[in-house]
């Protein structure tokens, strides 16, 4: 498989259905996730997707062949659209994954895995809730992506050095957020979004 074929896949993913604006809901394109996840070394690998959404990154990272993924978020209605993904993904492959899912609160995540993936709200709605799946992550696995608004990277950077993590390689995208709620004024708007890969020192 190559990067292109990787993306081919997880653009076949279903996406939300309905969105919590206080969960800041926005769905990763799949030719993002495709770039991170190829760059990544996932395979045979423990790995979790925390707020998981649809389960993009560890359904990715299972089909690049991680060990096993926990997948977690808080919507019981989005955890159900991530089985169904991994449903169709498992048909496709004609294989079995490892896979488990956890309808929970980000903060009550404790398991240890070599490497998570996580795109979380950035905090424009909750203040702080991006710094929340922060503390988790650097808790619990030993590799991290992040994402985050480009221009919180001071933050970012700073947050993982005071927890032992080293921020080595930054990916910069236009993150096309589409309308989703009324008071969206056009149909798509293009914001500055990083992907921080950090490892534990």
Same mark, same amino acid.
């Given at each position: 498989m190559n990067k292109k074929e990787l993306e081919i896949n997880l653009s076949l993913l279903k996406g939300f259905i309905e969105r919590d604006i206080k969960l800041e809901q926005y769905p990763t394109p799949s030719h993002i996730a495709?770039?991170? @996840?190829? !760059?990544?070394?996932?395979?045979?690998?423990k790995v979790a997707d925390?707020?998981?959404g649809n389960g993009i990154f560890g359904i990715g990272a299972l089909i690049l062949g991680a060990k096993e993924v926990v997948f977690l978020d808080i919507d019981e209605k989005i955890l159900k659209v991530a089985k169904e993904n991994l449903k169709l993904v498992e048909d496709k492959f004609e294989k079995k994954f490892k896979a488990k899912?956890? @309808?929970? !609160?980000?903060?009550?995540f404790d398991k240890k895995v070599d490497i998570i993936f996580q795109n979380p709200p950035f905090g424009t709605?909750?203040?702080?809730?991006?710094?929340?799946?922060l503390e988790v992550a650097v808790e619990n696995c030993l590799e991290l992506y992040t994402f985050h608004k480009t221009s919180?990277?001071?933050?970012?950077?700073a947050f993982c050095r005071d927890n032992s993590f080293k921020v080595l390689k930054e990916y910069r995208f236009k993150f096309p957020l589409?309308?989703?709620f009324k008071f969206?004024?056009?149909a798509v708007k293009d914001i500055e979004v990083s992907c921080f890969y950090g490892r534990k020192i």
């Amino acid at each position: 498989m190559n990067k292109k074929e990787l993306e081919i896949n997880l653009s076949l993913l279903k996406g939300f259905i309905e969105r919590d604006i206080k969960l800041e809901q926005y769905p990763t394109p799949s030719h993002i996730a495709a770039e991170v @996840l190829w !760059d990544s070394n996932v395979s045979g690998k423990k790995v979790a997707d925390l707020g998981c959404g649809n389960g993009i990154f560890g359904i990715g990272a299972l089909i690049l062949g991680a060990k096993e993924v926990v997948f977690l978020d808080i919507d019981e209605k989005i955890l159900k659209v991530a089985k169904e993904n991994l449903k169709l993904v498992e048909d496709k492959f004609e294989k079995k994954f490892k896979a488990k899912f956890i @309808l929970s !609160d980000v903060s009550e995540f404790d398991k240890k895995v070599d490497i998570i993936f996580q795109n979380p709200p950035f905090g424009t709605k909750n203040e702080h809730a991006d710094r929340d799946f922060l503390e988790v992550a650097v808790e619990n696995c030993l590799e991290l992506y992040t994402f985050h608004k480009t221009s919180t990277k001071k933050f970012v950077e700073a947050f993982c050095r005071d927890n032992s993590f080293k921020v080595l390689k930054e990916y910069r995208f236009k993150f096309p957020l589409k309308a989703a709620f009324k008071f969206h004024k056009s149909a798509v708007k293009d914001i500055e979004v990083s992907c921080f890969y950090g490892r534990k020192i």
